[in-house]
């Protein structure tokens, strides 16, 4: 017989609670007693502890969502016991109503949570591109209603000033990672129309909330809505999405700094500051045309291969990080590129892009050796197949052969540099290919 | 403007159609001297004679047999059944003949033929004076079936009906012969068929519902308006058949949750086809399961005043479905 796991009521007039992290997956056992669940209220941050033991069969909140006491939060039982998608409980007002004979809801549709979507209510968080999990439900079992969606997207406009010409964005599933959400651009668009002291973005807050823990002192810092837009698309991409592999290659980049060397004033002169991140753009474009199979995105029908390279560059914010990109990166010379790397990064940092700044990307750079890191494993970019991650350039020893056969050492800025790939797409045999190109392209610049 | 019953608005409709038309005429039972069991005739026999409205046997098939072969030799009869619960032994009149006349004789022939019948439940009549029968005849092309809610659409919805160049069934709800009353014009309008009528607006949920059901809905809607602040749009459907859809799906894309309302028993009642075209037609605007409130599925009306209240819908209970509907 399985048993309920009931959201408790955690304290004097407290009704409801959020349901913070679960502690427990499905399919794990458990004890009586032992802690499944962390819940918080505005009164108190607590455990539930589990009230048999067993296996956890099914959990029915999310992470995240707030719901009234009594609400049935998991159920535990045997491992060959079933439960239904969502049994028993039913809020106690929804048996009301002496109807003669009646329809519908049936006491099925009555169970539903706020897990499961309206089709109105579907339709209009794709078509403004809205997160439901942000929605607090008025509806029966906490359902998030039509009213609910158009009271938050009323708050949503209420916020912004000029933001109602920019067109939903981003449409669930479809997005490019590290994108924030629309309010994000809202506010950054509302920036651009009010006095600059105004932060487009919640910087992170200082510590408001003591840490509950008693072994553990410090504070609770809330998320900023892009710390949690990038966390969402993180775990999408890495777990839920593409097998990532990475592959290391070293470079020899004596010919880029001299080149650089002998242009940065010129560029200067034309206005561009010229950086390493063009030339890394550059190599991708060509190491791209080379491999056309790691330019391009998975699809269930087939491997959907552009016929252009527009890179997306991550530029870290105080606060996050957010992927412009480069829009036909083929198409560009040195100097166009590091106008283009100039004036994204520039915009970036002013949180002034605008939604097709970071749209239609294909391929991604994230430059980590800015702040001295050596080489990395990033996460791919959904929807795309892969990311370059370029070290910082650092002096070495490096044994080198001279023209007549000899080995010498030699001190020459070295370069590590990484592909990460979806595996579904390629192989390391395609990866290396694709890095060799990349390599040779700035080994041999000039 | 003269406040009018609705048994007056329809006998006001039928002595204007009679005046203006020489071709009309009424036959059924008792419709002649008695001036019929309602009172719907009252007057008009000896205002035109028996040549004009004549009183008929005992037999519901002969009425509307007599009816269509009139309408085909050039007449625009008006026939009255006494209770749509007798209106059986013309079903294959009206469905087999009435209906595909036009088609059948690709258009050679047509049937202007106008069938009253008062139908519906709560005046304590029992098995046999009690039903429901649109059901039946919403599944058949070729026929238009008319319910009226209020003397005025009585009045106007009737003087179309006649000039229609098709058979139409105008059903009455006898509950509210004399119970509803309303504003009349005196002289010449018509109401057209095929459109429904928004009774009370309101953005939280949609209320469908045709002859007393509208007027128990917008009893409802005023009651949780008031109680629960829940504002209902109210449709009163008017015409069953052709289907409003305009009307049925702009008042759905608006609320998303629909309650449709019929004192027929609930299973494969009318009420079905307007959840399967708000499904169809208004899936992505839908918002909670659709629901229906009819009478339960037993045999008939009962006659016990209980058991009639069981079955029957009424303001409460309409009321409790909407706030049901309102809160999901």
């Known amino acids: ?446 | 403007m003269p406040e009018m019953t609705l048994i007056d608005a329809v006998r006001a409709a039928m002595d204007e159609e009679l005046a203006r038309d020489p071709r009309v005429f009424i036959t059924g039972e008792d419709v002649g001297k008695r001036g019929g069991v309602f009172r719907a005739t009252m007057g008009l026999y000896e205002k035109y004679g028996e040549k004009r409205i004549v009183d008929s046997p005992l037999a519901e098939l002969s009425i509307v047999a007599i009816g269509i072969g009139a309408a085909c030799a050039g007449l625009i009869p008006i026939c009255e059944i006494q209770f749509a619960d007798f209106i059986h032994p013309a079903f294959n009149q009206i469905v087999n003949e009435a209906a595909k006349m036009y088609y059948r004789s690709g258009g050679a022939w047509n049937v202007p033929l106008t069938i009253r019948a008062p139908y519906g439940g709560g005046i304590g009549g029992g098995l046999y004076h009690s039903q429901s029968v649109e059901a039946f005849f919403t599944h058949v092309p070729g026929l238009k079936v008319v319910i009226p809610s209020t003397p005025y659409d009585a009045k106007g919805l009737l003087k179309s009906a006649v000039r229609d160049p098709n058979p139409v069934l105008f059903f009455e709800p006898k509950k509210g012969y004399r119970s509803i009353k309303g504003e009349v014009p005196a002289g010449e309008y018509t109401v057209p068929i095929g459109k429904a009528r928004v009774a009370r607006q309101g953005n939280d949920v949609s209320v469908y519902a045709y002859g007393m059901m509208a007027h128990y809905a917008v009893q409802a809607a005023e009651q949780v308006a008031h109680e629960d602040g829940i504002q209902c749009d109210v449709i009163d459907l008017r015409t069953l058949l052709p289907i409003d859809k305009e009307t049925i799906l702009a008042s759905f894309k608006k609320t998303g949750k629909a309650l449709i309302v019929y004192e027929d028993n609930l299973t494969m009642g009318y009420g079905a086809e307007i959840a399967a075209i708000l499904c169809s037609d208004g899936f992505e605007y839908m918002d909670a399961p659709i629901m229906r409130l009819g009478g339960p599925d037993v045999p008939a009306v009962p006659f016990s005043h209980p058991l009639q209240e069981a079955f029957m819908p009424n303001p409460h209970k309409i009321a409790a479905a909407i706030r049901q509907l309102a809160a999901y």
């Open chain 1, 1 to 446: 017989m399985p048993t309920n796991v009931i959201m408790p009521q955690l304290g004097e007039s407290v009704v409801e609670g959020t349901l913070s992290r679960w502690l427990k997956q499905v399919g794990e056992r458990v004890e009586e007693f032992e802690p499944i669940a962390e819940v918080t209220t505005d009164k108190v941050d607590t455990e539930i502890p589990s009230p048999a033991s067993g296996i956890l069969l099914a959990i029915y909140v999310a992470e995240g969502q707030t719901v009234e006491r009594g609400t049935l939060l998991a159920v535990i039982g045997q491992p060959d016991e079933r439960v239904e998608a969502m049994p028993s409980i039913v809020p106690a007002h929804a048996h009301e109503g002496a109807a003669a004979q009646t329809s519908a809801p049936s006491a099925e549709a009555q169970k539903s949570t706020a897990q499961r979507y309206s089709p109105v209510v579907a339709r209009m968080a794709a078509e403004h591109g809205i997160d439901l999990t942000r929605i607090r439900g008025t509806g029966l079992g906490g359902r998030v209603t039509k009213k609910d969606v158009e009271a938050y997207l009323a708050a949503q406009a209420a916020q912004k000033q000029p933001a109602s010409e920019l067109a939903p964005w981003e449409q669930p599933g479809g997005g490019d990672l590290f994108k924030p959400t629309d309010e994000i651009f809202a506010a950054a668009n509302a920036k651009q129309a009010t006095p600059v002291s105004q932060p487009a973005i919640t910087p992170i807050q200082p510590p408001t909330q003591p840490l509950p823990s008693a072994e553990l002192s410090g504070t609770l810092v809330p998320h900023s809505t892009m710390r949690r837009a990038i966390a969402k698309h993180m775990v999408e991409s890495k777990l839920h999405t593409a097998p990532h592999v990475t592959t290391v290659f070293e470079i020899d980049m004596t010919r880029v700094m001299a080149h650089w060397k002998a242009n940065e004033a010129a560029f200067a002169a034309q206005g561009v500051r010229l950086t390493l991140t063009a030339y890394f753009v550059a190599a991708i474009v060509r190491a791209a045309q080379a491999q056309p199979t790691l330019n391009s995105r998975w699809t269930d029908d087939g491997l959907l291969v552009p016929n252009v390279v527009n890179v997306g560059m991550a530029v870290a914010l105080n606060d996050g990080l957010i992927v412009p990109v480069i829009k036909n990166a083929q198409d560009l010379s040195l100097i166009g590129l590091a106008r283009q790397v100039n004036d994204l990064a520039t915009r970036a940092r002013a949180k002034q892009l605008k939604p097709d700044d970071l749209q239609g990307g294909t391929i991604t750079l994230t430059n980590h050796g800015v702040s001295g890191s050596l080489f990395a494993t990033p996460i791919i970019n959904q929807p795309q197949s892969a990311i370059v991650g370029t070290g910082a350039v650092t002096k070495r020893p490096v044994v080198i052969t001279d023209a007549d056969g000899n080995d010498v050492l030699a001190i020459r800025p070295m370069l590590y540099a990484t592909l990460t790939f979806d595996h579904r797409v390629a192989d390391g045999a395609i990866a290396d290919a694709f890095m060799r190109v990349f390599k040779e392209t700035l080994e041999n610049w000039r």
